[in-house]
């Protein structure tokens, strides 16, 4: 059994990037969601950060207003986080790590290392009606933790697999295409992201038990050549060719 169409969902976090960098109204981050939507786009994605460095908590609560498909709120595991997802109440909430030093999220959440921890955050937000996934590195051991926690999703970091090479790449797309089969067969949704673009999402794809996919960086960088409509519906080809 396989999951059929691929969904996207797409991070605007970075919109909000270029917006902070001058203190101003523009870019608009909501206003590039409505534009994912229209060109495909079955979810958006917007990471609130505790330094606040892109994404603000107006953002939030305009997304959590407006949209017209499901949002999927990235968060820490912090009680401050975990008040504003209660408020809100986005479709999704995705736990991941965070370092304040860090450009972007580096690695998977240690579910297994934080299992007592992170079991109040998973309880919380599931009893308001959210869906909880857990942004994990393709390991076994943190799949079982994130099983163990009740947590209905789990997404696979395909950060490493991005940023490798020759073997080491293709040795880490097997540890992708291992921990999405694994989880499914458990009961997990699967959904994988993290530095995917036009020449890595192929593969990744391709793996028929994963259901989302969750792309930024590289879409908004790649909007600045082509438009950002353009560059979801050529994402979105290349997910669909994939699957056939
Ligand atoms: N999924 C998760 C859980 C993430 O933290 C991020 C980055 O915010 C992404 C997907 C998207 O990564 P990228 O911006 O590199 O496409």
Redesign the pocket.
């Known amino acids: 059994m396989t999951n059929g169409k691929l969904r996207l969902g797409v991070?605007i976090?970075?919109v909000a990037t270029i917006r902070n960098a001058r203190g101003i109204r523009h870019p608009d981050p909501v206003r590039a969601a409505g534009l994912a939507v229209r060109a495909g786009a079955d979810g958006i994605?917007a990471?609130l950060r505790e330094d606040r460095r892109h994404i603000s908590d107006d953002d939030i609560s305009t997304l959590a207003d407006v949209l017209t498909v499901p949002l999927n709120f990235?968060m820490a595991a912090t009680e401050e986080m975990l008040e504003i997802a209660l408020r809100h109440k986005p479709n999704a909430c995705?736990l991941?790590p965070e370092k304040r030093q860090e450009l972007?999220?580096e690695g998977g959440l240690d579910v297994a290392g934080q299992h007592n921890r992170l079991k109040h955050f998973v309880n919380e937000l599931s009893d308001a009606g959210i869906r909880v996934s857990m942004?994990v590195d393709p390991d076994v051991e943190q799949l079982d933790a994130a099983l163990s926690l009740g947590a209905p999703v789990a997404?696979l970091h395909t950060?490493a697999y991005c940023e490798k090479t020759g073997e080491a790449r293709l040795e880490e797309l097997e540890r992708i295409r291992a921990a999405s089969k694994y989880g499914f067969e458990r009961g997990l949704e699967m959904h994988a992201?993290?530095?995917?673009s036009y020449d890595t999402v192929t593969d990744i794809a391709a793996i028929p038990e994963l259901m989302e996919l969750?792309?930024?960086?590289?879409l908004i960088g790649e909007a600045i050549f082509h438009g950002l409509e353009t560059s979801i519906v050529e994402m979105r080809r290349l997910m669909d060719e994939a699957r056939v």
């Open positions: 991070n976090d970075h994605t990471h990235e995705c991941v972007t999220t942004f997404e950060g992201g993290h530095g995917l969750n792309i930024g960086h590289f």
